[in-house]
């Protein structure tokens, strides 16, 4: 792996392989403090593309994926206080519990993290299967956000699942740009989301991404895959700016922030 940009950077610019540390040290979150009442949040994207746009082959991200690419998918998961994905993606992407990763132990304690980041499901529907070792073998309990008007029944069975239930706004569905500040207001202030698409269009939309972390893979699929994000245009392209850049293998490891 080597670094890109921008080449002045602490750390490593060329190894076979970083350490943990290393790649750590290069995605850790900035310091988020408290903004008035509300504790302020970084919500942190992370997604992978193929050259040609697609973010899945067949229906999943694995096929674009690589060695390098799932070990700083795996750091960014080790740095986050929450992992928030969409429904959608839970179901496709049979999503598990978050795992404990020894070296990151005293990292996390240092920091005041619980051993594992939360899952966080944002649901409009509230029909996910809590027979999952999502919701049945946690280590902390996953998290299903929706909107305080959402159906009392599903919110109960969520509830009765071991799950907790986070309001993000006042309509049956959750309001993307409310999302962010309901997590912080538990203390989950470092956020990854790992989309899908639609989730992370809203989020785009609503203008609470600060930074996206873009693994782009030398293949090609074609077909009529979705881009990273899917949903309505924004009245004007949201403007981000490059902060990093790692190759390994062809694969490239960009970090944008937003403007």
């Not at 959750?174 to 989020?203: K, S």
Request: glycine share 10%.
């Amino acid at each position: 792996m080597r670094r890109l940009f921008p080449s002045s950077s602490a750390g490593p610019e060329r190894s076979p392989e970083w350490s943990l540390d290393a790649l750590a040290d290069a995605y850790a979150y900035p310091e988020t403090g408290a903004t008035g009442e509300v504790p302020r949040s970084w919500l942190r994207a992370n997604m992978v593309a193929s050259l040609d746009g697609a973010v899945h082959h067949d229906g999943r991200s694995q096929p674009l994926s690589s060695r390098a690419d799932m070990r700083i998918f795996g750091v960014l998961r080790a740095l986050a206080d929450v992992v928030v994905v969409g429904a959608q993606t839970v179901r496709q992407e049979g999503y598990g519990p978050a795992k404990r990763r020894d070296a990151f132990v005293e990292r996390r304690s240092a920091a005041g993290q619980r051993p594992v980041p939360a899952i966080a499901v944002v649901s409009a529907s509230l029909e996910l299967d809590f027979e999952q070792p999502l919701f049945t073998s946690p280590r902390v309990p996953t998290l299903v956000v929706t909107g305080a008007a959402a159906p009392g029944d599903r919110v109960a069975r969520a509830r009765e699942a071991g799950a907790e239930v986070v309001f993000a706004g006042s309509a049956a569905v959750a309001d993307p740009a409310n999302v962010p500040g309901a997590l912080a207001e538990r203390g989950l202030r470092r956020q990854l989301t790992e989309g899908g698409p639609r989730l992370l269009g809203a989020l785009a939309a609503a203008g609470v991404l600060d930074e996206i972390c873009l693994s782009v893979a030398p293949r090609i699929t074609s077909g009529d895959a979705s881009r990273i994000t899917s949903g309505p245009v924004l009245p004007e392209p949201a403007d981000f700016a490059l902060d990093a850049v790692l190759e390994d293998g062809g694969f490239l490891f960009t970090r944008y922030r937003r403007v």
